[in-house]
């Protein structure tokens, strides 16, 4: 039986534990032993995120310990892993005092808000030996592990051009607020843009080069657009913005330009246009985040580290983000 905490209870925090609640039902080998940023009257409220309401009133919590402080946590309870969604700028350090504690740990995206950072936990993974995943979704969604099979396949041909977009209200939901502070956050560029910068990484690569522009006019860093270059000539477009009015509903798009067909991600739907057909290829009804958590669980209990993501794949993505918020403050092309 594998014991787990969680740390950090704001939305994504408690749609963990939902999740944890369902997989540990369902698998019988996870046990919930420490909560770490809520008390047991704080999880009697439901929460409301874009993608629906979280309730975990019902999840069982008679044997779980609650504190408020994560370093507590660690000194009194013997884990197999943590869940940690906390606000960015602790991501480092939580997950290194996890790391040198001998517990492994799911942390959620972005990996870290500077590539020291994300050196820095790599770093502690491989002195512990424990394990480090970052939260990317994103990389479980069946819509998108379907695109890259197709891709790698080959299929349809080379891609040529792909466009990414995310559209959102601003995100004024957040504890204190934090996710605003791009000091915090790292801006839409690092919180909200980092999962299609990370989709595209995924299944493309790094690019070669990126020009980006970004806007500041309601908070700093609200916005950013950018043009990727490949070596081999393909061109990827990126686009986030979260300073939408709060009437606007969050969405966001794929569109992969091939020899011979295109793909669209739409409303959480994968198609594929060919000059004589429309196919809606088979899909895993799986949810990611519990494809996801259930993949880092397989990780801790075997040994064996996933095929889908690691630490320094992320690192790349957060390298990718670097420079394209440097680009567009200097407003030049940056080689990677
Ligand atoms: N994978 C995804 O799609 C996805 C979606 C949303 C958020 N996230 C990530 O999850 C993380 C949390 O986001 P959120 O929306 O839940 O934020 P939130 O502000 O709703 O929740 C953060 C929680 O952390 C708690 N906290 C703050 N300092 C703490 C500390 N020292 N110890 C313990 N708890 C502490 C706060 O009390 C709050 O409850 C962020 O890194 C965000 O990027 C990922």
């Not at 798009?253 to 991600?265: D, G, L, T």
Request: charged letters at 25%.
């Amino acid at each position: 039986m594998l014991k787990y905490g969680l740390i950090g209870m704001g939305g994504l925090g408690k749609l963990h534990l939902s999740n944890l609640d369902k997989i540990g039902k369902k698998r019988g080998d996870i046990c919930l032993k420490a909560i770490c940023g809520a008390t047991k009257e704080d999880l009697k409220k439901s929460v409301g995120l874009n993608i629906g309401t979280v309730d975990v009133s019902k999840v069982n919590v008679d044997n779980c310990n609650f504190y408020g402080d994560y370093k507590e946590l660690f000194e009194n309870e013997e884990l197999d892993f943590v869940v940690a969604a906390i606000p960015t700028y602790l991501h480092k350090e939580i997950a290194v005092y996890a790391l040198e504690h001998g517990v492994s740990i799911l942390s959620e995206k972005p990996m870290a808000l500077t590539l020291d950072g994300c050196d820095r936990m790599i770093e502690a993974a491989n002195k512990s030996g424990k394990h480090l995943m970052i939260g990317h979704c994103m990389r479980f969604y069946s819509t998108y592990s379907k695109l890259k099979e197709i891709v790698d396949s080959g299929i349809y041909g080379k891609v040529y051009r792909a466009e990414f977009t995310r559209y959102s209200q601003m995100p004024k939901w957040t504890w204190n607020n934090w996710i605003l502070d791009p000091e915090m956050s790292g801006g839409c560029p690092l919180d909200l843009h980092v999962h299609d910068v990370d989709m595209m990484n995924y299944i493309f690569g790094s690019p070669k080069s990126l020009f980006s522009t970004a806007t500041n006019k309601k908070v700093e860093l609200e916005s950013i657009f950018t043009q990727y270059y490949y070596e081999d000539g393909m061109v990827v477009i990126s686009g986030a913005d979260w300073s939408l009015p709060d009437t606007y509903k969050f969405n966001a798009q794929c569109m992969v330009n091939f020899e011979k067909a295109a793909a669209v991600i739409k409303d959480n739907e994968l198609t594929i246009y060919t000059d004589d057909e429309v196919i809606k290829p088979e899909l895993s009804g799986e949810s990611e985040f519990i494809s996801e958590l259930n993949a880092f669980i397989d990780m801790v209990k075997t040994g064996e580290k996933s095929k889908v993501t690691s630490p320094e794949s992320i690192r790349e993505t957060v390298r990718i983000i670097k420079a394209e918020v440097e680009s567009a403050k200097t407003r030049k092309i940056i080689e990677l």
